[in-house]
């Protein structure tokens, strides 16, 4: 089934459609048709910034951000971690590796236990922690010479960040020298409350060094269902909200 959709974004407006298969899927059925389209609000928000005269400073290479604290949605660990199984035994074998040593390195610096409860603490407590989270300079489990090696999958907080400051400020980042491009939306915070395949969920994440533990953990849980037209219209609503 073929369901088209408009968003008007600042002086743009975004005509698509996507093919949906007109059956109950869960949050995570439907992330490969999620993922691209919060990549499009951030490609239309970039090409605004652009024509502004600005350039986006992140390339291939430049992996600074990717020692950031990532919030991801429950959805998300659980397909990161199915991606993850899909991948050839030695390379498989080596990301566990490094998710294992990141976890290790989380519970001896007693970074682990102000994490335990990341999604129920204030704004300004999670920026605290992010912060200290940064100096101990750990890479996320799926960088590669400081590129994505996921980029295809990469979650939706990875693709809302892009900055028009100097890469070089990435390193040390403050807000006085980090210019983040401004979005039109930021369909992450959706997706947090998107379990439900509505938007009407209490926000749920956790830190991406964690998803490999709490999707085995919840491997098993039901998963709400919603049928694909359905919940793919949810999520553009409250997009457009």
């Not at 490999?212 to 909200?241: C, G, I, S, Y």
Request: hydrophobic share 40%; glycine share 6%.
């Amino acid at each position: 089934m073929e369901v088209s959709f408009q968003l008007r974004m600042g002086q743009r407006t975004m005509d698509a459609g996507v093919n949906l298969p007109d059956i109950p899927v869960s949050t995570l059925d439907l992330l490969p048709v999620l993922l691209p389209f919060a990549s499009a609000i951030v490609d239309a928000s970039a090409a605004d910034v652009e024509e502004e005269g600005k350039h986006i400073s992140c390339r291939a290479g430049c992996g600074a951000c990717c020692r950031q604290l990532v919030p991801i949605s429950r959805p998300e660990a659980l397909y990161l971690a199915a991606h993850l199984d899909s991948l050839p035994p030695e390379r498989r074998a080596i990301i566990r590796e490094r998710f294992r040593v990141a976890v290790e390195r989380l519970r001896e610096t007693g970074m682990r236990e102000r994490l335990a409860d990341f999604e129920d603490q204030g704004q300004d407590a999670r920026r605290e922690i992010g912060m200290d989270y940064f100096r101990l300079g750990i890479a996320c489990p799926f960088l590669e010479e400081e590129s994505c090696g996921i980029y295809e999958h990469r979650p939706m907080a990875c693709r809302e960040y892009l900055v028009t400051s100097p890469a070089a400020n990435c390193a040390d980042p403050h807000p006085e020298t980090i210019d983040t491009v401004p979005l039109y939306a930021k369909p992450s915070l959706i997706l947090y409350r998107f379990g439900d395949g509505k938007g009407g969920d209490r926000p749920r994440f956790l830190p991406l060094v964690f998803a490999l533990e709490w999707a085995a953990a919840h491997a098993a849980d039901t998963q709400p269902e919603l049928p694909a037209p359905e919940m793919f219209r949810n999520f553009v609503r409250k997009v457009a909200e």
